[in-house]
């Protein structure tokens, strides 16, 4: 029996496998044998034609790829990199990769290439959280675990659908209610995760920094916030006082679109809680003010000092197995390595440390600048940033400018796949070791299930073979991901909180490591918690009489990303419908759209065709499609958080078209 990890979403459910089936891991402390659909179809996803497993190559996106050599591929990559400036090479990386894979390629290109261009598609999912994060409680660093649910009274999942997208962690919060739980779901869309709250706040689209405002103001002016651990320990505090007396609290709480009766109802169980947690993810995350609204939530559990302490916190929900594993690495363009910055300090200890005089001094490009930044060599690792990056059709016609663009991936089907001069192929889950670390903190091992296919090899050992065909030997001399690990442990004792160090590489597979245990306050210089008064601004695409409808986008419970993985033939039989456009029954009467009808959702930017299900769980004026239908981002405009650069995905304005 050999153990192992899930390779989908961040909450990383142990897993085993005895070459004939692949079950839920019972001794492991995330999951507990529990295992969701997308889950127990991963060895199919492994075996699936739709496997890129040879190298390929061509000179023009017009020609048709053809079959090379791996020493063919690296050579020619090595040749444009050395023919490039640094400025104008650019690192695209995933999520979806191990560590040890990050730990190579950020090291490669910020360390001897010597780009701050290196950035993952976290950037889309997590970056408003992690700026939020650092701004406030000093890192990017998540307080508090999933099983503090156990611990806790009140549980708020705001813009978090963890019904579809963090399965096996809905499930264990269905435990904890049992146990005595209260949940409150914040959503636009009356999803199934809501239908297990005891209170379900339906709130309007752009509401959220009000909502979180409001408690705040109703926790000062009832004086509510812990009074003693304001003074001792956070920052800002009068500033805010003095902020909200002029707030407008009836025009916030009607852009929330909740009544005064409703937001009562929620605040007296808020009151009442002794021990609170606050989950969020995408909902909040993707939005043009998405930092804001990520410090307007913190802001709530500074003014409690409901933070650093069993039962309590603030927990942001990731949606790719490896995205906190990613950001530890460096693998933001914001960060240089292990959460140290670009200051002269950090650049001097990188630089002795890798023993490199070319490492990166200045923050680079982010995924979402990438293709608009005129770049002569793009490296995409592990993603389609031509399926998820917003207003498609713009993006094709940038990436076409592109000199030479290289994609590494496992699968061939790819939508950024038509626009690559060089196709690596790359080992996927099953087919390679290493770790990752899940949403809170937790470093397990993901274990080789069986052969690698044909000609594929891990993402580590890709990236190491172009740094040797640049001449970077001696640094990138590894034999296994072991090793890299090892190398990256040495480096996490460059930053003082990071005791990633005390790790056991051999025992990861059988007994987890959670890192940050030992940390029970803020990680500012002064070592206080900041409070930051922020505003809805609204500054999202609005409605208009053309385009009368708000688009939000979000995942469904048995499918990944573009389904390149989950939407295979021999994993259907069990899974829900793909393709669909939720629509409130007064908007289709209005349409004269039954359920079932097939339709065209066009925006500013493009259109789509799908098919209309007619729901109350949506409120009037929005549509719902889910991200596994390809086509979602022809409609979501290039509209990105100031701070975060992440993209404002759930907020653009469009129209419905009975076809």
């Known amino acids: 029996m050999i153990k192992s990890v899930c390779g989908y979403c961040g909450v990383g459910c142990g897993l085993e496998y005895d070459e004939k089936s692949l079950i839920g891991d019972v001794t492991y402390p995330v999951n507990f044998g529990s295992v969701c659909s997308k889950g127990v179809s991963e060895l199919v996803s492994i075996q699936t034609e739709s496997r890129l497993l040879r190298p390929m190559i061509r000179e023009n996106i017009d020609e048709d790829l053809l079959t090379c050599k791996w020493e063919d591929a690296t050579s020619l990559i090595a040749q444009k990199i050395k023919q490039t400036s640094k400025e104008k090479i650019g690192f695209y990386l995933s999520g979806q990769l191990l560590t040890e894979d990050y730990y190579i390629a950020n090291k490669l290109g910020k360390g001897f290439i010597g780009t701050g261009n290196v950035d993952t598609n976290s950037r889309t999912c997590m970056s408003s959280a992690v700026v939020a994060y650092k701004k406030s409680i000093g890192a990017d660093f998540v307080p508090l675990r999933m099983n503090d649910i156990f611990k806790s009274d009140l549980l708020i999942l705001a813009g978090a659908n963890t019904a579809e997208a963090h399965v096996v962690f809905h499930n264990r919060i269905k ?31 752009g509401g959220d920094i009000d909502f979180f405002n409001l408690i705040s103001k109703r926790l000062i002016d009832e004086e509510l916030y812990n009074k003693e651990f304001v003074e001792n320990h956070i920052n800002n505090f009068e500033l805010l006082k003095n902020k909200f007396k002029r707030a407008p609290v009836t025009k916030m709480l009607k852009r929330t679109g909740l009544t005064q009766e409703q937001f009562d109802e929620f605040f007296e169980l808020y009151k009442k809680s002794d021990n609170i947690i606050t989950a969020w993810t995408m909902g909040l995350n993707q939005s043009v003010q998405g930092v804001d609204k990520n410090l307007a939530l913190l ?17 942001s929900l990731t949606g790719q197995p490896n995205a906190m594993g990613g950001r530890e690495v460096g693998g933001l363009s914001t960060t240089l390595a292990v959460h140290l910055g670009f200051d002269k ?74 626009y690559a001069h060089v196709r690596l192929p790359a080992s996927p889950w099953g087919e390679k070791e290493g770790t990752q670390t899940n949403l809170d903190r937790t470093i397990t091992r993901q274990e080789r299930l069986t052969r690698q296919s044909i000609d594929s090899k891990p993402d580590w050992e890709i990236f190491q073979l172009i740094a ?33 160090h005390k790790a056991d590489y051999d025992e990861l597979s059988n007994n987890a490591f959670i890192w940050g245990e030992k940390i029970k306050g803020f990680l500012t210089p002064d070592k206080k918690g900041n409070l930051f008064f922020v505003e809805n601004k609204l ?22 990303h573009s389904g390149t993985k989950t939407n295979l033939p021999a994993t259907l039989l069990k899974f829900k419908e793909l393709n669909f456009c939720e629509i409130h029954p007064h908007d289709a009467q209005k349409l004269h759209i039954k359920d079932g009808d097939a339709i065209k959702v066009v925006s500013k930017r493009g259109e789509l065709i799908t098919k209309a299900l007619v729901t109350e769980s949506i409120n009037e004026k929005n549509i719902f499609i889910p991200i596994s239908n390809r086509d979602v981002n022809y409609l979501t405009l290039d509209l990105y958080d100031a701070e975060s650069l992440q993209p404002d995905y759930n907020h653009s304005a469009v129209k419905i078209l009975k076809i």
């Not at 005595?180 to 339906?202: H, Q, S």
């Not at 016609?397 to 290289?406: R, T």
């Not at 991901?481 to 005791?499: A, H, R, S, V």
Request: charged share 25%; net charge positive.
């Open 539 to 560: 500054l999202s695409e609005k409605t208009s009489l053309e385009y009368p409808f708000i688009l939000l986008t979000g995942r469904t419970r048995d499918q990944w």
């Open 468 to 500: 040797q065909e640049l001449g970077f030997k001696e640094a990138f001399n590894f034999k296994n991901p072991k090793e890299i690990f090892l190398e990256y442990q040495e480096m996490t004792k460059l930053n003082g909180y990071m005791d990633i």
């Open 299 to 315: 802001n709530t559990h500074l003014l409690t000092g409901k933070i650093f302490k069993e039962g309590n916190g603030p927990l």
């Open 175 to 205: 435990k904890a209610k049992k146990e005595g739980l209260k949940v409150v779901v914040i959503d636009p869309r009356n999803t199934d995760t809501a239908k297990i709250a005891d209170i379900y706040l339906p709130i309007k689209v």
């Open 345 to 418: 300090e950090s650049v001097k200890k990188v630089s002795k440390f890798w023993k490199s005089e070319n490492v990166a001094t200045s923050a680079g490009l982010t995924a979402t600048q990438m293709l608009e930044a005129n770049l002569d060599v793009l490296i995409i690792c592990h993603t389609d940033p031509i399926y998820h990056l917003p207003n498609r059709n713009k993006m094709e016609q940038l990436i076409k400018k592109i000199p030479f663009v290289v994609e590494i991936n496992a699968y061939e089907n790819s939508e950024t796949a038509k």
